[in-house]
Structures are given as C-alpha cells and as structure tokens.
C-alpha cells in the first residue's frame, strides 16, 4: 500500500507540482495531525470526535496546487458556528473593516489582489489560492464586511465557506460569507463574470502585502 502511494503521489506531482518529490510532499503533510477528542455525555455515553490541526499556510498552497480536499470538520454541540460561516457568525457584532478584491480565475487555477481597512489604515494583500472549481475562466470583482478582527496579524490565511451544489455558475450576483481559523469572517457580496465550475465549496487563501 505504501509503494502504492508512492507511485501515485509521484504522478500526480508530475502534473501539478513537477518540482517536488513524494518524500517532500509527506515530511510537509505529516505536520498535520489528527486528534480524537472524547465528549462525555449525561447519559454515560461518549462523543468521539476525529479532528485535524489546521493546515499551516504552506500546506493550504500545497493542498490546492495538488486539488486535495480534506473533509470538512464536524462541529459539537454549541460550536455550530463554526461549521457553516453565515449571518449566525456575527450575531451581536458590528464591522470592524471593509475589504475590495479583484480575483481571476483560469482554468481551475486563481490569483487576485486587494485592500483592507481596518482602524484607519490600508493593507494590500494577495490572493495565493481562490474559489475553486474546474475549467473556464471567470473575473470576480467583490467587496465587503469584515468582523471579528482584532489584530491585522489575524486576517491572513485560508478562509473557507462550505455550502453550495455541484454545477456550472454563470454570470450573476455573488454573496459569500468566510471565516479563517483565526474567525475572522468576511461577508463579500459583488459581480461575477465569466463561467466556472463550482465544486460546492469556496476558498480564499490571503497573504499580506
């Protein structure tokens, strides 16, 4: 099983990431690590959850260069929130910033840039990732709310919207709503043009200027 691995990790870096080797790909993914949190409940039975440690932000480009998913991760009881980032996400608070960005999307491949505001003050920034998805190309023009940002040295990283169906997105209004593991979330609303492949699920690697 193990030259199994090998050889199809090999192929797929092939394609997608000619300069790396399997040794290199493992020794980078084995920092991720998997715990199993044990909840015990009133009636003397026990939750187990599966849980991974998030993916630093090397290992989120890598993950993306190599269109691998890892599964979304189950909320317990009282952390909802966290599954599914939406309005419920910022009850009781108000924006802290707002937020512009030009994404463009290729071919299943993304890149982008844009500003925030926060506390009177601009930070330009890059898309490293983007909203996934297959062939075509699409030119997405967003603005936004920013909440629960404290720090600025919270806003980088990979922000993550789970929901939506399988199948082709058209030109047409978007409004998206993400969160990194920091929770920070943003609420983009704007114009998509052009056509891509919508796999259900969105993503926005950011990294600070």
């Not at 330009?124 to 075509?136: A, D, M």
């Not at 052009?194 to 600070?208: A, F, W």
Request: glycine letters at 12%; charged letters at 15%; hydrophobic letters at 40%.
């Amino acid at each position: 099983m193990a030259y199994c691995l090998q050889v199809t990790l090999k192929q797929r870096l092939r394609s997608l990431a000619p300069g790396l080797t399997p040794r290199s790909v493992l020794d980078k993914m084995a920092a991720i690590q998997m715990v199993d949190v044990h909840l015990p409940t009133t009636d003397g039975r026990t939750v187990l959850l599966s849980r991974y440690t998030e993916p630093e932000m090397d290992q989120a480009i890598l993950l993306q260069r190599l269109k691998i998913a890892l599964p979304d991760q189950l909320a317990a009881t009282g952390c909802s929130n966290l599954a599914k980032p939406g309005p419920q996400s910022i009850e009781g608070m108000s924006p802290v910033g707002t937020v512009t960005l030009t994404e463009i999307i290729a071919v299943g491949a993304a890149g982008g840039k844009g500003t925030l505001n926060f506390q009177g003050q601009s930070y330009p920034f890059k898309l490293v990732g983007g909203v996934t998805g297959g062939g075509g190309a699409a030119n997405t023009q967003a603005y936004g709310e920013v909440y629960n940002l404290h720090n600025i040295s919270d806003f980088k990283g990979l922000y993550t919207q789970s929901s939506g169906r399988p199948g082709l997105v058209t030109s047409g209004a978007s409004d998206l709503w993400l969160r990194n593991a920091a929770g920070v979330v943003l609420h983009l609303k704007g114009t998509q043009e052009g056509v891509t492949l919508s796999l259900g699920r969105e993503e926005i690697l950011i990294e600070m200027l």
